[in-house]
């Protein structure tokens, strides 16, 4: 593989309480699918690149590297192996956060916006799906009141109604437009990526 992951029992991390280990399985099954690439440890700091691989991955998050570059790597096609590893007593804290709920928050945050990068016609589509299916009932529950009782009450559901389908509406707009940048965002990562080899290749 170009990208090679050392996977630590997890499961055998005693300085790991019971919540930390069940949040570090789920994680890796949600970075997993996203890459769409099996990761039994999706936020392992040990990890080696080819020079290939490196040349290919766009870091964006300030935050996690770890899940933007497995992600990254899963949907350029990247081959990830992960291989076991050992390692040492824990010596200090770490320096990346100070509690699992900010830790939480900003690996979802990294995760949802990789996502949004890399499948944004799914994603917007997903949301507007959400406030497009909410207008509509409360339309049907509308014209169920305007059938049955024959007056034109609960006008409050209308407008809530057409509120929610116009912003479903946009944002299923938006993730077209999302769709067409992320478009053109591949075309310059692989225009970046050739002038990279040609400088290196010098």
């Known amino acids: ?36 690439v099996d990761v039994p440890d ?11 691989a490196a040349m ?20 350029n096609r990247i081959p990830i192996e992960s291989v076991s590893i050992r390692t040492n007593p824990k010596t200090r804290d ?5 509690s699992i709920p900010a830790y939480l928050k ?3 945050g990294t995760i949802l916006r990789i996502a949004a990068m890399y499948e944004p016609l799914k994603v917007f589509f997903y949301a507007g799906s959400l406030f497009l299916a909410a207008g509509s009932l409360l339309f049907l529950r509308f014209l169920y009141f305007w059938a049955v009782f024959g007056h034109s009450g609960h006008i409050q559901s209308l407008i809530l109604a057409a509120v929610l389908l116009v912003v ?4 299923v707009m938006m993730g077209l437009m999302a769709d067409l940048i992320a478009a053109n965002r591949r075309l310059l990562e692989e225009l970046i990526y050739r002038v990279r080899r040609q400088e290196l290749d010098k």
């Open 1 to 36: 593989g170009e990208m090679v992951l050392g996977a630590r029992d997890i499961e055998r991390q005693s300085h790991f309480s019971p919540l930390k280990k069940a949040l570090q399985r789920l994680g890796s099954r949600i970075v997993s699918r996203a890459a769409s």
């Open 168 to 171: 479903g509406f946009q944002i």
């Open 42 to 52: 999706a936020t392992t700091g040990f990890r080696a690149l080819s020079r290939s």
């Open 56 to 75: 290919r991955l766009f870091v964006h998050s300030e935050f996690s590297y770890t899940l933007e570059t497995i992600i990254q790597a899963g949907r």
């Open 94 to 98: 770490s320096r990346l956060f100070r």
């Open 106 to 108: 900003r690996s979802a």
